[in-house]
Each structure stands twice: as C-alpha cells, then as structure tokens.
C-alpha cells in the first residue's frame, strides 16, 4: 500500500501483476474503507508489458558487432517495482499535488531488499526506522486506539512477500527469504546496541549457546541452524549484504523519521566499502567447521 499526501489522503491499491494474489488485493482494499478514505486500484500489467517488450531484444552496436539485450526473470522483477513507483506513484502524487511515501522497514534497509527507484522511491520513509516486528506492534496499538479492527486481522497473519514473481507468490505459501522473527534481532545487533556486535561476536555466542540471550529474540536460532555451517552461512548471507551493497541503496534512500537509538543517516555513518571480517572471526569459523 502507498498513500499520496497531503492533500487528498488517498491510499493507492497497487496491483502489480498476475502474481499477486487476489487475498492480498482484498485486504489492501479493506483496509481502505475502514479508514474511509478514497482508494484507487491500479493494474500495472499493462505498463509493465509495454517497457519489458521497449527493451527485451533490443538490439546494441558496438564497434565489435551487435547483440540483443536479453531480460532476465530478475530484471522483470524490479522493472514491476520502478514502474509503480517512478512511472506511476510520482504521476499520480503530482496529479494530487502531494508525495507519495517510501514503506520501506529497518529490516529490508538493513539488506537492501528492495529496488532502487522502486520500492525505495519516495519523498518520505515514514516506518524505516522501525524493525519489521515494530511494524506488527504498531498495527495492533493503533487498532487499540481506535477500539476496533481498522487493521484487518489477516494482514498480520498473512506471509510477508515482495510478490513480483512465482517465487514469491503467497497463496502458494512462499514470500520474503527473511524468517522475520529471528533476523529482526540478528540485523538489530549489528546496529542498535552501544557495543554492536559483528560475525566475530555472534559466531562466539553460538558456539557458547548464548545467541539467543545476546540478540533478544525469542526463536531458538539453534532450531533454526542446527549446524555451525547452516548458522554460518545464513550470517555471512545477510553480513554481507548489510555491510556491501546495502549501504550503496540506504544512502540513495529517502529521509526517515528516526525514533530508535541509533537509525541510518546522521546517527550511523556508513561508508561504501567491502564486508570485512576480522582475523579473529575467520580463525574461529576455521575451528568450528574443523579445518
């Protein structure tokens, strides 16, 4: 869901294409009339359709012959992102003499999962300094505050999903790569506390069996990587994405509102450089998988 503020309040139902689901629609359109206000459905297919066949086959010369550009399922996939938000959102706010908002959470801005000059266009991150489980609690306070469900209850149950391809289609039960409940808290340690921790720390927590007590969550990580290489390949999965080309998407991100400790911008200052990891870490992983 986006909303174009201020002047009309509108919530834009977005319907990128087949893949999204019909349950999904629905509880986007319910949760417009419950905060009655007005609502559009925009399929974007058609759109999308149109810059996929502009550029699948398009021929490029050079001075060492010509080819054809060929796009990959994974390109289809953020040209759906970039045309609802670039093409469409931006038209449609300028129409409304408004802006149209970025929805993006310190979870997916921690890894970068979501497209540049797509789904993290806009003129203003709201919840981006809100972890993906703050995001659910603020929900269920706000359906306190009105005293009624405004919040239908479906979209805290149904799963996560970016649904822009297969893959990711929810009513097959597929969605995010992210176990939300865990990662949350793992991301959270790289950044919040005074002390941040990094894959040195947290490789040493899990073999002393302290992981969960240092990171806060309540998912038993060990349930969830019940061997040191599962543990370890998920950490250097989002490690590196956090400290690579994460940070290359969070500084072209729009301004947040920051309400935590310690939020991206002024109050963690990044630099574009390669994920590191100390000598320590690197001795310690070798001792652990035995070589």
Known sequence: YRSVLPKDNLLLVNTPT??????????????????????????????????????????????????????TPFMMENIQARDRSSRILAALSAQFHGIFTCNANKTELSIGYGTLYGDLAGAFAATADLWKYQIYQLGHELNDWFGREVIPEAIFTIKPSAELSDNQAVD????????????????KSFIEPWNRAC??????????????????????????????????????RWWNL??????????????????????????LR???????????????????LGK
């Open 18 to 71: 087949r893949f999204n689901s019909e349950t999904t629609k629905g509880l986007a359109r319910q949760l417009a009339e419950n905060l009655e206000c007005p609502y559009v459905s925009i399929p974007i297919g058609n759109f999308v359709q149109d810059t996929c066949s502009a550029l699948n086959n398009l021929p490029i010369a050079s001075s060492h012959g010509e080819t054809a550009l060929q796009l």
């Open 172 to 187: 097959k039960g597929l969605g995010d790569p992210l176990i939300y409940e865990y990662h949350d808290y793992l991301l």
């Open 199 to 236: 894959p040195e720390d947290l490789l040493r927590w899990y073999t002393e069996g302290t992981l969960n007590e240092h990171i806060g969550t309540s998912v038993d990580a060990y349930s969830l990587f019940p061997t040191p290489s599962a543990f370890i390949a998920d950490l250097e």
């Open 242 to 267: 956090f400290s690579g080309f994460a940070v290359a998407k969070r500084i072209q991100s729009p301004p947040l509102l920051a309400i935590s400790r310690r939020s991206y911008g002024y109050d």
């Open 270 to 288: 990044e630099a574009q450089i390669s994920p590191y990891y100390t000598d320590a870490y690197l001795k310690l992983k070798q001792e652990v």
